[in-house]
């Protein structure tokens, strides 16, 4: 593909997800990605023919860049309290730089049995194996009685939980007290990140 061709193909790209993420999925229309994205609407079809490739194309990219982020975590062997804290950490840097993705996989993808099958065939191979690693560290750590016991599938509940419940209700919050400015707003999301963490972690002492 040349390099016009690629250049077209991310403006395509980028325009779909805006819309998805600002319609959802079953509102946005093949009309107005083309228009938001300074194309044709044969232009659209050629490069990808569906909404459905669409956003097959974009959310793969997306929870890819994601789990890879994961996966170099595990790849570096960190003890244990660490890879719990980059985990954590990696989730809500994620959701921090992507902030209406949870409500896009709220609403979009865990409420809609036909995206949310989809989902899962683009992410699940993934996920198995990143679970399967935190897994065997963990029952490591049980076994040492460095940690309580505690199920894998708990922990990282709780980990997506307290992260993504942040930025769904952060709408909320920035309403009650008044949010809006910027460095404020990015203090808040520091120190709520390492309460994240630090609650995560002080739940694992036996």
Do not use: C
């Not at 909404?51 to 990219?61: R, V, W």
């Not at 660490?82 to 896009?104: D, G, K, S």
């Not at 609403?107 to 036909?114: M, S």
Request: hydrophobic share 45%; proline share 4%.
């Amino acid at each position: 593909m040349q390099h016009d061709e690629l250049h077209t193909e991310q403006i395509i790209l980028e325009a779909a997800e805006a819309e998805f993420l600002e319609k959802g999925y079953g509102n946005t229309k093949m009309v107005a990605i083309a228009k938001r994205a300074g194309v044709s609407h044969s232009m659209l079809h050629y490069y990808f023919k569906t909404k459905e490739n669409l956003f097959q194309t974009i959310f793969l990219k997306k929870m890819q860049s994601f789990l890879q982020l994961l996966e170099g975590i595990f790849i570096r062997k960190l003890p244990f309290t660490e890879t719990v804290r980059f985990i954590i950490e990696t989730l809500f840097h994620f959701a921090e730089q992507n902030p209406q993705l949870p409500y896009f996989i709220l609403n979009e993808i865990l409420l809609n049995k036909k995206n949310r099958t989809l989902f899962l065939s683009i992410i699940s191979p993934k996920i198995i194996n990143n679970f399967s690693r935190l897994e065997k560290i963990l029952i490591n750590e049980i076994k040492k009685g460095a940690v309580r016991p505690i199920k894998p599938f708990d922990l990282m509940l709780n980990i997506i939980s307290l992260n993504i419940f942040t930025f769904i209700s952060l709408p909320v919050w920035e309403e009650i007290f008044s949010l809006r400015d910027k460095k404020m707003m990015k203090k808040m999301l520091d120190e709520r990140r390492e309460s994240n963490v630090q609650f995560v972690l002080n739940a694992l002492k036996p």
